[in-house]
């Protein structure tokens, strides 16, 4: 059972390049979400979906798109890198539901330059 | 807006010691609060989840409490051990399990 998986793990983008950070969960989980994380800062919610077809914006989504056309992917967008965007990109999955945790993959380390 | 914080920010102890960890919320109108644990360079793992009806739970020698209305958590970890050494973050849950997370304590458990 891989959980969430998300790739790449490091990547180092230029000012104004585009990528995706691909995630991907065999839970069969509902819900998806992209979190980023700043140094010595907690995490800050960017993007979630609570089923294929269907996104919202989370506390810091400028910058960032996202798409949910099954249930197991759950890509996210950069469109023009800024050195800002320098962060670490975690992406979880929970199933619906207040007794439900949430499933963390190990993350990407973004920098960009 | 939600806004989470954790004391301390860093603590050292030496092995054996028990030890409290602090998390405190502004909205008391929370699904549930979670801890985690992080480890340099990993993902976050799950230790302990409570529902916003309930006001304790444990697993092995760690015990969370709620209380909800003065907007306060505290994790508790008994006998600590060098392998406790890491980031505790807490998290409160809200609509469609959005968590809020705070900064977060650095542990470091001496042998």
């Known amino acids: 059972n891989a959980g969430v998986t998300q790739t790449p793990k490091f990547r180092i983008l230029k000012i104004g390049q585009s990528m995706t950070l691909q995630c991907t969960q065999d839970?069969?989980?509902?819900?998806m979400y992209w979190y980023r994380q700043d140094p010595g800062m907690g995490l800050k919610l960017i993007y979630y979906?609570?089923?294929?077809?269907?996104?919202d914006k989370g506390e810091v989504p400028n910058g960032y798109n996202v798409s949910r056309s099954t249930t197991e992917d759950f890509p996210l967008r950069l469109e023009l890198a800024a050195p800002s965007q320098t962060s670490v990109y975690f992406c979880?999955?929970?199933?619906?539901?207040?007794?439900?945790?949430?499933?963390f993959g190990q993350g990407t380390r973004l920098t960009v330059v | 807006k939600q806004e989470v914080t954790q004391i301390p920010a860093a603590l050292s102890v030496p092995e054996g010691e028990n030890l409290v960890l602090n998390c405190s919320f502004t909205?008391?109108?929370?699904?549930?609060l979670q801890w985690f644990r992080q480890d340099p360079g990993k993902g976050l793992t799950s230790l302990l989840l409570?529902?916003?009806?309930?006001r304790e739970q444990t697993s092995g020698r760690l015990n969370a409490s709620l209380d909800k209305s003065s907007g306060r958590s505290t994790l508790y970890i008994a006998a600590s051990q060098p392998g406790d050494s890491a980031t505790y973050l807490c998290?409160?849950?809200?609509?469609?399990?959005?968590?809020?997370f705070g900064k977060g304590t650095m542990l470091l458990v001496s042998p």
């Open positions: 979880a999955s929970s199933p619906p539901g207040a007794l439900t945790e949430a499933f």
């Open positions: 839970m069969n989980h509902n819900y």
């Open positions: 979906s609570v089923g294929a077809g269907i996104t």
């Open positions: 909205d008391s109108a929370i699904y549930n």
């Open positions: 409570i529902q916003s009806s309930q």
């Open positions: 998290a409160v849950g809200a609509g469609y399990s959005t968590l809020t």
